[in-house]
């Protein structure tokens, strides 16, 4: 269990979060909803450790490992999709497991027959496959997602979203997925949390 106590984060005179409370359950898919503004992509930077906040107190994320998948893929544009997840696995792993390790995930997006290809050979569905290929194979305890199914046509959405819930499903990490699309959140998560306002109001569904 992550949890989130009384939480407060400010930029400047911009306040985002005031005596913020969360309760994110183990091995489940967490989604917080709510619109562009609203302090989620700072809400999983701060329980990443990436960004600092002024008060409060966060627990169940002590020697964890994240992965993260964000809005724009990130990949490296010298690397094949290949390359691009088995680079992240090579200090972890003897180099033959973490090449069998990349070719299994890959193979589980559907992207086994294109993991020679760049890039800039890849569609934008196929690029997020990568992404989503190479979070899960990472071996971390906690996924962060940001949007990543953002301006995506709803077919494509529709099965990358599959496509992730099928990895999921292989190990079921704790996942904490934030979106501004109810459909989106109903589609992948099994619980979900509202923020409301500014100040960051948090009401469990």
């Given at each position: 269990m992550i949890e989130i106590m009384d939480l407060t984060k400010r930029y400047d005179d911009l306040l985002v979060f005031e005596a913020f409370n969360l309760s994110i359950p183990d091995g489940e898919i967490s989604c917080i909803l709510g619109p562009s503004g609203c302090g989620k992509s700072t809400l999983l930077n701060i329980i990443a450790g990436l960004i600092t906040y002024e008060k409060g107190e966060i627990i169940g994320v002590e020697h964890k490992k994240f992965s993260y998948i964000f809005q724009d893929t990130r990949l490296l544009?010298?690397?094949?999709?290949?390359?691009?997840?088995?680079?992240?696995?090579?200090?972890?792993?003897?180099?033959?497991?973490?090449?069998?390790?990349?070719?299994?995930?890959?193979?589980?997006?559907?992207?086994?027959?294109?993991?020679?290809?760049?890039?800039?050979?890849?569609?934008?569905?196929?690029?997020?496959?990568?992404?989503v290929a190479r979070a899960f194979a990472y071996p971390s305890d906690i996924l962060l997602m940001d949007e990543p199914f953002k301006g995506f046509d709803?077919?494509?959405?529709?099965?990358?979203?599959?496509?992730?819930?099928?990895?999921?499903?292989?190990?079921?990490?704790?996942?904490?997925?934030?979106?501004?699309?109810?459909?989106d959140a109903q589609k992948i998560g099994k619980n979900f949390f509202t923020i409301m306002t500014e100040m960051g109001l948090s009401i469990q569904n």
């Open positions: 544009p010298w690397g094949t999709a290949f390359e691009n997840v088995f680079f992240a696995l090579i200090s972890l792993y003897h180099k033959d497991e973490a090449k069998e390790i990349a070719n299994y995930y890959l193979d589980l997006v559907g992207l086994g027959e294109y993991k020679n290809y760049y890039p800039n050979q890849l569609s934008g569905g196929m690029k997020q496959r990568v992404s709803l077919e494509l959405k529709n099965n990358l979203i599959d496509e992730f819930l099928k990895i999921w499903e292989e190990n079921q990490k704790t996942v904490l997925f934030v979106t501004h699309d109810l459909e």
